[in-house]
């Protein structure tokens, strides 16, 4: 059995495919090779996922497998998308020049079969002009057929190149033995303008098919977009302008007003505004100043500053999101894996149901049979080309993560999108998902009030907690800044564990602290302060006692605010018929006080990260599907869980990796969005493929002759590639479609 340890995976760009089919073969002849553990090919984005053992096989060895078929692989995996882009412009450009040509050949041809087959030599005209358009700028079929017929496989081009070639063959037949016929007192009918048009028809149908997919990853351009191409670096001897991938981190650079910020890093001199929201979605500019954090893509507004590189290159968060957006694109939902099924064996079905409908013609066909069981036979090959099946659910997937990206919202891969739209219940971790995650002072009471004007007093209170290690204490210390006060010369500073600090100013000795502290000072709170700190505690706030060694001076109430959006957040998801559940380790009292504030009518409270992650599974055992919300290490377990996860932008590095799927802003708005982006795309799927499906149970049966013996009726050949064209352009337009909703 392989290590499983020692595999390594890699991401190719594949050039030459052309249809759902084409995918299939590339994906069964890459997983025929030794030392491949698995293979995942998507036909939208034009990538392969592979799985091997460095060990057993190279990457220029899958190359070469893949070259055998008839298709290619980019190996240079830094550059190779670009490559590929470089590559599909060229070849789109030479497609187009390809059906431009044999358009115009092709219209005489249908001009005489259609209107002036009476004239001398029309056989012979038809078939000079048909053979370039078949054999020259058609070739391509054909020299993919025949690979694939190498190989034992058939896809699209084989359907093609064989409906085509019979159609040719049974022409150049009857142009040059029409006597054959004559003898059985038979007309002998030519389909050269059949065979050309298809060819036309389906060449067209593939330019309008790359052109509208180049649309679908616009979510991608406009994002790469973002970066910009050359930066002011500041030297010793002045500004110097330089590459953005010649940036270093630590290199001091100058953003002038209305640039874009190349690299991510920290402001240093100078302060403006920045428009981010290509990170958060949210529209108002950020106030930048020294000290603060400023990320690539994101566009400066009137004043320049100066900042140091930190992260470059790949690192940037911008980097990190076009790479996490083209990976999603490039992953498959769980339905696109049953459709990938169907069309690798939907080809031979379809040479079989030819095979057959030739048969019975044959059979029962009448006067006309071999002429007529012929073209219905090229037919069914033509108008079952399996290209709108490949690209029902992948058009839609990019199209729905890229409009998640154009709103702040990373969609890790295609499954968490189409899982999305199945969530019933929604569980929340409160802080720093629904509360702010920064506790602030919400109050301060002191026992005599003359103390709360008293400078002194402040800069002791002020000084202690700065040098506390004690989380809230940062609060205390915005706070009493707000006012102006100096800090005082404390002495003897002691941090007393689990209790809060003590200092000495001025020979007397002063304690801060939780209610612990009170014993430690000797501290008695008058009644009229116990019903306050009642009241603190009801409320859910966190109360810090400022003693002397002979009195209470003050207590001072420290809360966690709730953010803005996460009640309308809460409603939203409501009203939407989803169960809103919050979970938090913190106690009874502030849970209950959160839920109330949010509107959240269910919620558990002392919950340990490992209890946190059954909550999810009782859940599912319960038969519902779970969204969970967190942004913390301790949420990471949970969020593995559930059914679907999402990370705050602003969480932690684990929370975010695990999770299927990031909101950059942290706002809980974005997950009511995210919601009715995945039921839109599944939506927009399920269209798709329902489009698809009944073409083909329709029109194959229509292809065949099925209407025949009713009413006379058989589906020209010509149509029927007019009609195979059109079903892959509606459907990568119906997915284009998605980007015209509002989420809001």
């Known amino acids: 059995m392989s290590d499983l340890t020692k595999l390594q995976t890699i991401s190719l760009p594949v050039l030459g495919m052309t249809c759902a089919g084409c995918a299939s073969s590339v994906q069964s002849m890459i997983e025929a090779q030794q030392g491949v553990q698995s293979a995942e090919v998507n036909y939208a984005t034009q990538q392969v996922k592979v799985s091997y053992e460095p060990g057993k096989i190279t990457p220029e060895q899958i190359q ?15 550059n190779g998308k670009e490559k590929q882009e470089e590559v599909q412009q060229q070849n789109y450009s030479a497609l187009k020049t390809r059906t431009i040509l044999a358009g115009i050949l092709t219209l005489p041809v249908v001009i005489i079969g259609m209107l002036l087959m009476d004239i001398p030599y029309a056989n012979y005209y038809m078939l000079a002009l048909t053979t370039p358009v078949l054999f020259v700028f058609g070739k391509n079929f054909f020299i993919n057929a025949y690979k694939q017929a190498q190989h034992g496989r058939a896809n699209m081009d084989s359907l093609v190149a064989l409906s085509t070639g019979i159609s040719y063959l049974f022409s150049v037949f009857n142009t040059f033995f029409p006597e054959f016929w004559h003898s059985k007192g038979i007309h002998p009918h030519v ?72 690299v991510d890093g920290m402001l240093d001199e100078g302060r403006s505004y920045v428009d981010e929201s290509m990170i958060s979605g949210e529209p108002v500019a950020v106030l930048k100043e020294s000290g603060d954090k400023v990320f690539a893509g994101t566009i400066n507004q009137k004043g320049s500053f100066k900042f140091i590189a930190e992260k470059v290159g790949s690192e940037t968060l911008l980097a990190q999101i076009i790479k996490l957006v083209q990976d999603a694109q490039g992953s498959k939902a769980p339905v696109q894996k049953l459709v990938d099924k169907i069309a690798g064996i939907f080809v031979p079905i379809v040479l079989f149901i030819a095979v057959c409908t030739l048969g019975v013609w044959l059979l029962f066909g009448g006067d006309y049979k071999l002429s007529q069981g012929l073209m219905a036979m090229v037919t069914v090959l033509v108008i079952a080309c399996p290209c709108a099946l490949g690209l029902a659910t992948p058009t839609a997937i990019m199209v729905g993560i890229g409009k998640g990206a ?71 210390v915005s706070y009493i800044k707000t006012m102006d006060i100096r800090t005082a010369a404390i002495t003897d500073f002691k941090s007393l564990t689990g209790k809060g600090v003590e200092a000495v100013f001025n020979g007397e000795t002063y304690f801060a602290g939780s209610h612990k502290i009170l014993t430690q000072a000797h501290g008695e709170l008058p009644e009229n302060i116990k019903a306050v700190v009642h009241e603190f505690q009801q409320s859910a706030k966190t109360v810090i006692y400022f003693t002397s060694s002979k009195q209470v001076l003050a207590v001072v109430a420290i809360a966690d605010q709730i953010k803005p959006g996460s009640k309308q957040a809460v409603e939203e998801l409501q009203a939407q018929g989803i169960t809103v559940y919050m979970v938090t380790g913190d106690n009874v009292f502030t849970a209950a006080a959160i839920a109330k504030q949010a509107g959240i009518l269910n919620y558990k409270a002392d919950v340990l990260p490992a209890e946190k992650a059954e909550f999810v599974k009782s859940l599912q055992q319960e038969g519902k599907i779970v969204a969970m919300i967190g942004d913390g290490i301790n949420d990471s377990q949970a969020l593995a869980q ?29 997950v009511s969005k995210a919601l009715k982006l995945s039921q839109a795309t599944v939506r927009t799927i399920r269209q798709n493929l329902f489009w698809a499906f009944i073409y083909n149970l329709i029109g194959i049966p229509l292809a065949a002759g099925i209407l025949y013996p009713l009413n006379g009726f058989l589906l020209n050949p010509m149509i029927a590639g007019a009609a195979m064209a059109l079903s892959s352009v509606s459907v990568v337009g119906n997915s284009l479609r998605l980007k015209l909703i509002k989420l809001n």
């Open 191 to 262: 389909y050269y303008e059949a065979a050309a048009v298809v060819i036309v028809f389906i060449m067209l149908g593939k330019l309008l098919e790359e052109n509208a997919k180049s649309n679908t990853s616009s979510a991608i351009k406009k994002l790469i977009g973002l970066q910009p191409k050359t930066v002011m670096l500041i030297t010793e001897t002045g500004e110097q302008e330089i590459a953005v991938s010649a940036v270093k981190a630590g290199d001091r650079l100058l953003v002038k007003p209305g640039d874009k910020i190349p």
């Open 64 to 78: 070469a497998a893949v070259q055998s078929v008839g298709y290619d692989l980019i190996l240079d995996e830094l």
């Open 406 to 476: 154009e709103h702040g919202m990373l969609i890790k891969d295609a499954e968490a999108l189409e899982s999305g739209y199945k969530v019933n219940t929604v569980i929340l971790d409160k802080t720093g998902t629904i509360t702010e995650g920064k506790p602030l002072v919400t109050g301060i009471e002191w026992v005599n009030r003359e103390h709360a004007s008293d400078e002194q007093l402040l800069g002791v209170f002020l000084a202690m907690e700065q040098q506390s290690e004690h989380p809230l204490a940062e609060a205390v």
């Open 642 to 670: 559930a059914d679907l996860s999402i990370a705050m932008g602003k969480g932690s590095d684990i929370a975010i990796d695990v999770a299927k799927l990031t909101l950059i802003s942290s706002d809980l708005r974005q």
